[in-house]
């Protein structure tokens, strides 16, 4: 457990729930009015960044994972609807000599798997930012998996570098 303060406590898990802020706003408008709502995390990074390194490093991973999630989900979102739009197509193709009626169930089920994608990715990013939130809250440094290292190392860089600059 790190030696924070209750308001370093409250600020780092304001970060983390932000993300169910975006999360809600970004699902809710096909991931764009999202975005406005990645400026809080960023916001409390910057006004605490020299401040308090507990709340730094929590709200740099509650913006990474902001920025990871919208961007993928964007993304996959857009890859998957154009590959189902291509393979309807073909399904559809293929129907006219009759093997594409075979392949209907399949791509009825396919379709729904991707649907379903789309819809639960989010709530997956909206439970780790639950737990950052609460662990935050508890005075703990928790790592977003994959995200939490990365945040790491590049604040540790990013410190060096200050002190560095700062040497005469």
């Not at 999202?34 to 709340?55: C, D, E, Q, T």
């Not at 819809?119 to 990013?125: C, D, I, K, Q, T």
């Amino acid at each position: 457990m790190v030696e924070t303060t209750s308001q370093d406590r409250t600020w780092a898990a304001i970060a983390h729930l932000s993300t169910l802020l975006t999360l809600l706003v970004g699902v809710c408008s096909g991931g764009i009015g999202g975005m406005i709502f990645i400026v809080i995390p960023w916001a409390i990074y910057l006004s605490f960044k020299n401040h308090s390194r507990f709340v730094a490093y929590h709200a740099a991973q509650a913006l990474a994972l902001q920025l990871a999630a919208t961007a993928g989900w964007l993304v996959a979102t857009l890859l998957g609807a154009l590959a189902l739009a291509l393979l309807w197509t073909v399904t559809g193709i293929l129907c006219i000599i009759l093997v594409g009626i075979l392949l209907i169930p399949v791509m009825v089920l396919v379709s729904v798997g991707f649907a379903a994608i789309v819809v639960l990715a989010p709530l997956a990013f909206g439970g780790y930012a639950i737990v950052g939130a609460v662990e935050a809250g508890n005075g703990k440094d928790y790592d977003y998996p994959w995200i939490g290292q990365a945040v790491r190392n590049w604040m540790t860089r990013r410190g060096k570098s200050a002190t560095a600059n700062a040497m005469p």
